[in-house]
């Protein structure tokens, strides 16, 4: 941490500070967490010590954060990028919400994942997203979302939550090569050979083959680095967020194959009929692109 501007490490340890008080954590509990000593936390929290890269990673994890996103937050912050409020705001908007969760028990049984383990891989993608954006944001460059096509932005997130969930499953799971069925290869006889499949808002799930397997898809929508998502494609955003995973098993007759001009080869998207059978494991009411009824997950998929 050295070697780092000191602007950046005084915003870094602000917002350590700030996080903790948000989240109603006392000196004594944080330091525990961290596994320092809750005076060697006080002295850095008001810049009279500065940490070691261990004891910055502990602190960031005993806040719930990896340092790399709240590191690239300091380093915006000191850029004058975006304001010290704008990056709690967004670091806040990320964190992992259970209240999202849904079917914990057809999640276990349909791929062998524990609801944390979800909660934990969409949390790493999202790290790792607005990671590439702060470092874009730094050069004057938008976001990724602005830079690629949309199917090419679903193919990076698929991919990166392939990795998210291997590495969170515990050893359940190893990703496997890119453009490889399945997408996920289960290590133990709790898991299931599992596909993963993306789609961008209320659009259906969908590869270039039908294959009979265990399924995981996710869908997502397009809103602010805060959160903020209004529906309509002029009111799209340049952030990623998950609004909706699905588990289940498919049959080939649970596609519909189509070879329309401008696809690369055949499509297959998951029949409507058949998705709405699909246990939902993740929801997110506040992104959700589709209208919803008293409150509840939109009776349409």
Known sequence: MEDEPKEVLDALLSLFKILRAQKGLSLETTSDLAGIHRTHLGLLERGERQPTISVAV?????????????????????????????????????????????????????????????????????????????????????????????????????????ASIAEHSEGLYLRNKPHTYPDLLPQSSKGKPLELKMA????????????????ITF?????????????????????????????????????????????????????TASFKMMPVVYFDPERCPHSLHDGTYPAHN
């Not at 961008?200 to 399924?215: F, S």
């Not at 809103?223 to 289940?248: C, L, M, Q, S």
Request: zero cysteines; hydrophobic letters at 40%; proline letters at 2%.
């Open 58 to 162: 502990q602190v960031a994890r005993s806040l719930g954060y990896e340092l790399s996103e709240l590191l690239a937050k300091a380093e915006l912050i000191q850029s004058g990028k975006i304001s010290e409020a704008e990056a709690l705001a967004e670091v806040s908007a990320r964190e992992k919400n259970i209240a999202y969760l849904r079917n914990a028990n057809l999640l276990m049984k349909n791929t062998g994942l524990t609801g944390n383990a979800l909660l934990g891989a969409i949390h790493s993608a999202y790290s790792t997203l607005d990671t590439i954006d702060a470092e874009l944001l730094k050069n004057a460059v938008p976001p990724i979302a602005n830079l690629v096509e949309l199917a090419n932005l679903s193919s990076m997130v698929g991919n990166l939550l392939g």
């Open 200 to 215: 961008l808002e209320t659009n259906r799930p969908k590869g270039h083959l039908a294959k009979a397997g265990n399924y």
């Open 219 to 271: 869908r997502y929508v397009l809103a602010d680095p805060k959160g903020k998502f209004t529906r309509g494609k002029k009111n799209r955003g340049n952030t990623v967020w998950i609004w909706e995973v699905k588990v289940g098993t498919l049959t080939e007759e649970d596609f519909d194959i189509s070879n329309t001009a401008g696809d690369s080869g055949k499509t297959a998207v998951i029949k």
